[in-house]
């Protein structure tokens, strides 16, 4: 049956997916997801707290808040993805019989203020914990990282079986879509997260919404009297169906009562009810009876939350690798290091300060052309978990791309004009000589050469090698790591390592850049006839005698 | 080159009325086949043609002038032949880096087949920056868009390759080559002329590398000009156009280096003979030199794919 509910749910859902879908490169002027993630309160005061900043907009979350005054957990009911996500999956996954004892259940309904007194106690120590919880990050990471590559495959392969009649039509749009090139390491943890919610919404529909959603929970506080509400006529037999169908719990043992904070407006009770009792409008005494107690958990709770979420952030702020600090030189002194191979976006601020500001949010990683980003599995520990690292085996960094910054919702990664983004080095190339089929096997390789914009590369002689051997130019490397895409060499005998990143808090990459001596500008023209090294017989590089 | 399996074809025949219309398609195309894609015209028509036509002019005025030398468009795509154009958009760069073919001369390529009858035209490269921006960058896509949309393709994805046996090749000997290609009747080989660190050059066999899915074993497993050779003899385009409107003497392939404007095409059906004339034609380094000392133009001569010796050819020279 199609109901106002589900249209607007299924609108939402759709808009939200066709803005990740326009998350993609080319950017279609600066169109994309974060217009989205910019809606959900948690994401936006947790991340805003953490990094004690106004990295995130607050504007659209505040109108989300606002709009539990009057509605209250419409939102979660109506526009949220995440919550549109389960119904979704609902039918698919069943539903076990409602029984009137699960319908009483209300002891876990406190757990999502808990979550959310957890990570606002650890904002306060400057440790975000958003990526746990916020609803807009954890759909957007779901939908982009584990759901649109399976997709896409399919969609490949569908038009390669379809290619004679695309090719026959003349449809070259089809014929050579580009579709399902992207692929993201480890979508099992992401995906299997989701499973377990769907497969706990068997027996407790909307598990996440009604015991964990920190962002439900803000709402929630803002829903205790609401405008618009349930409200039950004298027509109500107490047969108890509305308290089975309602999804959230949210009607007390006696039914003409209503939890509004768990109320997401969606009018299933409405259906349920053999009587024509409950109807949906303007709250009216004493039709709306308002329950607002029973879940509210005690000040004792309330204060092994907030310890909880102190914890968190000491654990995080004293572990080894847990917001290991690149570049702040006041962090490292302290002892902690970052993996070897942690290669961050470009421009992507010192390493505590950006873990402070992701959301984990995927955005980055979806819109990258190159497949370079891809989510972190716990190299950079625990609380870098799913936050974007550059692998430059799977693609490099494009000198004419700077998309990662214009979608990313929190700053994380700044939105730096191309120009600037020349300047935000991420590492330098290091050679392994061992590997180098040029240095070890005298071939005439130089790949790395061929591929480098910033002519990074120099190849020199070296006495007792046939062939000229390359070489790095560290102040010219900009660690885009074109160079390891492209290594003919199965494990790349040239690799990118975060050796010189220049990671700014906050001003200028290309003063920074040019006042430590780098030369990174784009469009650098080199002396026009100075060839690249000329061999002994003082013939240029590929030609012989 | 030609793979159409028109045995399962009517085999599956009896369907209806558009699967019918897809099948007699598909038998005109085997029958213009047959007419000539099968029998290209050789020996016999090639005396009358220059071995290389090089014209100074415009880019359009002088791809056409220079295709009009060796006999026009006619001798070399039949009507209902499935052509593909390689041309050079592997960089994200603009056409004055001189390191991606110049797009006034893929598009009048793609203007010529298509007057020539052709079924289809394809402009194929796989490039080695992200596809959306050398395609944007290189101005290709927009310069052939006027003429026939889509037609220009960067192809990525390995869906689109398809493993080839190289029968000829000496070290070089499996690779995986876009599916279009090795379907086509027609490859016109049109690369910009490029200095190349590890090749010496980048022309019309050089570019064929943009037509396989890795080329690194190129680099890895083989020698590279050797390489080269075995690639071209699997490949072999029927016609090169070299783009010298803008030369990339020094720092190829990718620049940037120094560009020398020529205002030249280089054409031929020999892609040996068209390479030998165009290093002995620009200046590399600022020096001269000569075919021979282009290693896979040196090899590619010796193995009997064409001619480096252009003294000896018939070299037609026109200016606009």
Known sequence: ?????????????????????????????????????????????????????????????????????????????HICPMGATFDLAAPLFGRRRTTLAQAKETRLKGLKYLLLVCAFSAACFGVSLVFWGAPLALVTRFYALAIAPPLGQSAAHILSLARPMTEGLGLYSLTYAKMGGQRFTDPFTIAAFFLTLFLLGRAWPRFWCRYLCPAGAMLALCSGKPLVARRVSGACVDCGACRRAC???????????????ECLLCKACQR????????????????????????????????????????AAALTLTGLREGAAQGDAIADAGGRFAPASLLRPPGAPPEALFLRKCVRCGACMRVCPANMLQPDFLSSGLSGLFSPVAVPRRGGCQYLCNACGQVCPSGAIPPLPLEEKAWAKMGTAVINRQKCLAWE???????????????????????????????????????????????????????????????????????????????????????????????????????SE | ????????????????????????????????????????????????????????????????????????????????????????FSFANPPEAATTTNPEVVRELLVLCKEAGAASVLILDNPLNVAELCLEQSAVRSACDGVERGAVQALDDARFYRAADIPQGASFKKTEVMADVLDADVLISAPVAKSHSGAGVSLSMKNLMGLIWNRGVMHSRHDLHEAIVDLASLLHPALCVIDAIRTLSTNGPGGPGKVIKMDTVIASPDMVAADAEAVTLC??????????????????HKRGLGRMDVENLDVRRVSL
Not at chain 1, 247 to 261: G, Y
Not at chain 1, 283 to 302: E, H, V
Request: net charge positive; proline share 8%; hydrophobic share 40%.
């Open chain 1, 441 to 543: 096997q005298e071939k005439k390789c130089l790949v790395c050469d061929e591929v480098c914009r910033y002519d990074a590369l120099q190849f020199t002689r070296e006495p007792g090698l046939s062939t000229a051997v390359p070489r790095v130019i560290v102040n010219k490397c900009s660690g885009c790591g074109l160079c390891e895409r492209h290594c003919p060499v199965e494990s790349p005998a040239i690799t990118v390592a975060p050796i010189g990143a220049v990671r700014l808090a906050a001003g200028s990459y290309s003063a920074y850049g040019r006042a430590e001596g780098l030369q990174l500008e784009p469009r650098r023209k080199r002396a026009h006839t100075a060839p690249l090294e000329e061999s002994a017989s003082g013939l240029p590089p590929g030609f």
């Open chain 1, 272 to 311: 349920a009810c053999p009587e024509g009792a409950i109807s949906f409008g303007r709250a009216t005494r004493p039709s709306t009876g308002r329950l607002r107690d029973g879940y509210w958990p005690s000040r004792r709770r309330f204060l092994a939350a907030g310890s909880a979420g102190v914890a």
């Open chain 2, 1 to 88: 080159m030609k793979s159409r399996n028109l045995g399962a074809s009517f085999r599956q025949g009896g369907g209806g009325l558009s699967r019918r219309d897809f099948l007699s398609w598909q038998l005109k195309g085997a029958l213009f086949l047959a007419c000539g894609g099968a029998f290209p015209p050789r020996p016999v028509l090639a005396e009358a043609y220059p071995d290389v036509a090089v014209v100074t002019g415009p880019p359009a005025g002088a791809v056409k002038a220079a295709v009009d030398l060796l006999g026009g468009m006619g001798r070399f795509v039949k009507p209902g032949n499935r052509v593909v154009i390689k041309p050079n």
């Open chain 1, 1 to 77: 049956m199609i109901t106002v509910k589900r249209a607007v749910q299924g609108a939402s859902l759709l808009a939200f997916l066709g803005l990740l879908w326009m998350t993609s490169f080319p950017l279609a002027e600066g169109v994309s997801a974060r217009y989205a993630l910019w809606l959900d309160p948690f994401l936006v005061f947790g991340t805003d707290a953490a990094s004690r900043s106004l990295a995130v907009p607050v504007t659209l979350s505040c109108l989300v808040l606002v709009s539990a005054l009057f509605l209250g957990r419409a939102f979660c009911g």
């Open chain 1, 247 to 261: 999804p959230m719990a949210a009607i007390a043992e006696n039914p003409r009562l209503t939890r509004t904070r």
């Open chain 2, 283 to 300: 200046e590399w380094y600022g020096k001269h030199f000569e075919p021979r000392q282009v290693k896979h133009i040196a090899l590619a």
